[in-house]
């Protein structure tokens, strides 16, 4: 072992706290971390300068590669200028071009407001409390309560986990808060009785497929049901698209899949490329209009860095990216071998229970088995240089948007080793 990596090692377990992460795992001495020295393209590579295809896009985020040169550039670029300042009291060109490009993505742009924050749990704050203030301040204060799905994942700050339906994360951090009727399916929905319907807010949902209950896609015309209800009923649509967003799913957004326009659009994962944490909340001028008028009926929510101009650069330089590389178009045959290759691999492995996918997103459910779980899987994966996280037994195969088809080769082969191995 390097020099480098075992400083890194003794570092991390004297004073590092990770994220989901129970210690004592991590600390064992038969575990040995991986410490990610840099990336390029889909590869990352550790301090050992071993090569590993990032097979979950770093948590969900990368969606050109790593090291993408006009990203970085771009980044470059806007650090030699300056790389912050306040969107408190002052604007910024690239927050002002980054908002008005971002409406321009849905056509018809009937979302015509951005707010900026810096990660998907914030994205989500943003749009609750301006669902519940807006009703403040349009006669219907009584609205105070949200619907949001059982098992589904908005976030780990306390707001936006007060919404969370995995019970194992949230159920220790259920609040006072705001009434929260939490639903399984669109029966659940029109069996609500009419009083919960009066006295909600808004309805919140990861479109298309939910990602932290091991990728798991709804019934199709799931999200144009929820529209019709939801503007029947007078419930904002809120969209938590902060898996979902920027193709991912094969579409720039997901709610393009049913022409669905919700009422809040939050995004935050791929909005950077997955370069620097930044989020945005897309509302509409309606919406915005009820925060006008005298000065107590502003929106007052904010961060330290909010709109940081790094993270608008790099977002930029995302877009651009999805422009001059066609990212979505190239996308379209890759997911059709994504497809094929995922049942290829479904029909040669009896471990494999289900397998889950929308657009560029698969989760392989494995039978439960105690040597041949989803960790132990991912374990073996990583030795055939394929580095993914499972959700309990399901292995999560997200890959960045600019994989070419072969390396979807490489990571398939390495899948089929590992799952071979796993069953002797
Ligand atoms: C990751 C995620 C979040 C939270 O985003 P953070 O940036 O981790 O705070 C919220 N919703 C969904 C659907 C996510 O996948």
Known sequence: MRQETRRCLELDRAHCWHPFTPQDDWCSTDFEPIAIARGQGVWLFDTENRRYFDGNSSIWTNIHGHAHPHITAAIQRQAETICHSSFLGYTHPLAAELAEKLTRLLPGQPMERV??????????????????????????????????????????????????????????????????????????????????????AGLVIEPLIQGVNQMRPWPPGTLAELRRWSTANGIHLILDEVMTG????????????????????????????????????????????????????????????????????????????????????MLQPKLATFSSRLEALGNQSPQIKEIRQVGLIAGIELHSHPTRSGKSVCQLAMKHGLSTRPILDTIVIMPPLCTTESELDFVFEALQSSLNESGH
């Open 115 to 200: 707010f900026f924050s810096d990660n998907g749990s914030t994205a989500i704050e943003v749009a609750l409390k301006m669902a519940l203030q807006y009703r403040q301040q349009t006669g219907e204060p009584e609205r105070n309560g949200f619907i949001a799905f059982v098992n589904g994942y908005h976030g780990d700050t306390l707001g936006a986990a007060s919404i969370g339906g995995v019970s194992r994360f949230f159920d220790r951090f259920r609040g006072p808060g705001h009434p929260l009727h939490q639903i399984s399916s669109i029966e659940d929905l029109h069996q609500l009785p009419e009083e919960i319907v009066r006295s909600t």
């Open 246 to 329: 920027f193709g991912r799913t094969g579409k720039m957004f997901a709610c393009q899949h049913e022409n669905v326009v919700p009422d809040f659009l939050c995004l935050a994962k791929g909005l950077t490329g997955g370069y620097l944490p930044l989020a945005a909340t897309l509302t509409t001028q309606e919406i915005y209009d009820a925060f006008r008028g005298p000065a107590e009926n502003a929106f007052y929510y904010g961060h330290s860095y909010t709109a940081n101009p790094l993270g608008c650069a790099a977002a930029l330089a995302s877009l651009e990216v999805f422009e001059s590389e066609k990212t979505l178009e």
